[in-house]
Antibody
């Protein structure tokens, strides 16, 4: 299971921070990447990036300058930071286990609203 | 960057009918790296198909995927009421980046 947590409201220009807690499996498995996907209200899915347990990261080029994904294997958690947010970053944020060509497990999602 | 274009945008069918959803890539991709998802309202997406034609764990056999190169298809052989949802294709490229199509909404006619 994957579970997102973090603030549901972030002010413009500040940093969005979310954590995904992984249970029922090892975040240190070499078979998986762990990543983030978002979905603005009423719109489609946008992949943000993923991290390997070793710390290697890969980001969507359109967000790369503002995104950091990190992992804490001791807590079975990985995290997302997105800085300098605007209203366009308002979305449901999902964490997901990336396995091969697909994302086979998803968190339930958490809505983050950017507003003053 | 590879762009995935799904068609139609909306598909109106009745339970029991066959649904055919299309996903076209802007350049040739390996079928090994093409996946399909179902998203019901208020829920997270669910992986249906990976590697273009392999059903994910627990997915009924009425769902099938096919295709190669730039053209891929998701077929639902006989629609059940719970199949009416939004469907996304997704590719995983050599650039180690995931890209989603814009989605096809399958609605009850």
């Amino acid at each position: 299971q994957l579970q997102e947590s973090g603030p549901g409201l972030v002010k413009p220009s500040e940093t969005l921070s979310l954590t995904c807690t992984v249970s029922g499996g090892s975040i240190s498995s070499s078979s998986y990447h762990w990543g983030w996907i978002r979905q603005p209200p009423g719109k489609g899915l946008e992949w943000i990036g993923f991290i390997y347990y070793s710390g290697s990261t890969y980001y969507n080029p359109s967000l790369r300058s503002r995104v950091t994904i990190s992992v804490d294997t001791s807590k079975s958690q990985f995290s997302l930071k997105l800085n300098s947010v605007t209203a366009a970053d308002t979305a449901v944020y999902y964490c997901g286990r990336h396995y091969g060509s697909g994302i086979d497990y998803w968190g339930q999602g958490t809505l983050v609203t950017v507003s003053s | 960057e590879i762009v995935l274009t799904q068609s139609p945008g909306t598909l109106s069918l009745s339970p029991g009918e066959r649904a055919t959803l299309s996903c076209r890539a802007s350049q040739s991709i390996s079928s090994s790296f093409l996946a399909w998802y179902q998203q019901r309202p208020g829920q997270a997406p669910r992986l249906l198909i990976y590697g273009a034609s392999n059903r994910a764990t627990g997915i009924p056999d009425r769902f099938s995927g096919s295709g190669s190169g730039t053209d891929f298809t998701l077929t639902i052989s006989r629609l059940e009421p719970e199949d009416f949802a939004v469907y996304y294709c997704q590719q995983y490229g050599r650039s180690l980046m995931y890209t989603f199509g814009q989605g096809t909404k399958l609605e009850i006619k």
